[in-house]
């Protein structure tokens, strides 16, 4: 299992990725991560780690280039964060090494919201969806459309964030279930927290994928 640095071209753009397939892998799980954040996010590649030990593919690629997140606006627009998810996940069903895998998605802050709306404007393409400490309220009438299996995370002490989780868990119709972790903050800094999230994670995807 070792990472590749790859390019994923999406018509004038390109966005670089790290992407992982342990042997054997039959689902990958794409990284959307939160705002100011990219694909060396090392909480994210903490969860890819536990992910592919767990034997899913693993991608987390950059949802923006180094010039549109010089913007700072741009970091907060959900959808053009969802859009680039959408146009990734369509090049990794086109691309002969990835076409094969089931797709799930994990989401982190502002990433989980852009990972809903992409799941629904797939319509059926990604098949789980796994949330830390998302702010799904901000995909808004996505919630209701959704079709794909979601967990959310939400760390004990992060209440704004546990009310967010909350009031939005009641607009999805999908299958659904929410979890939160005792003592964790908003960024799961706390000894034990992160090790959690991940293993719940690996527990959801396999149940979906």
Do not use: C
Request: aromatic share 8%; charged share 25%; glycine share 8%.
């Amino acid at each position: 299992m070792e990472n590749k640095n790859i390019n994923i071209e999406l018509g004038k753009l390109t966005l670089q990725g790290i992407i992982n397939i342990p042997e054997g892998a039959k689902s990958l799980i794409v990284f959307a991560h939160g705002s100011g954040s990219s694909r060396l996010s090392p909480r994210n590649n903490f969860v890819a780690k536990v992910l592919q030990k767990n034997n899913f593919a693993t991608l987390l690629f950059d949802l923006l280039t180094e010039q549109e997140d010089e913007t700072y606006e741009n970091r907060f627009n959900i959808d053009l964060i969802a859009e680039r998810l959408i146009e990734a996940t369509k090049w990794l069903l086109k691309n002969p090494e990835t076409s094969a895998f089931k797709i799930g998605y994990f989401g982190a802050s502002t990433g989980s919201a852009a990972a809903i709306k992409a799941a629904v404007a797939l319509s059926g393409k990604v098949k789980a969806i796994v949330s830390r400490g998302g702010r799904v309220d901000l995909a808004e009438d996505a919630l209701e459309k959704l079709n794909a299996p979601i967990l959310l995370i939400v760390g004990g002490n992060d209440e704004d964030v546990i009310d967010l989780n909350q009031k939005s868990y009641e607009k999805i119709n999908s299958q659904k279930k929410i979890e939160i972790i005792p003592g964790a903050t908003h960024l799961f800094e706390e000894l034990g927290a992160l090790e959690k999230v991940a293993d719940i994670a690996a527990e959801w995807f396999s149940e979906y994928l």
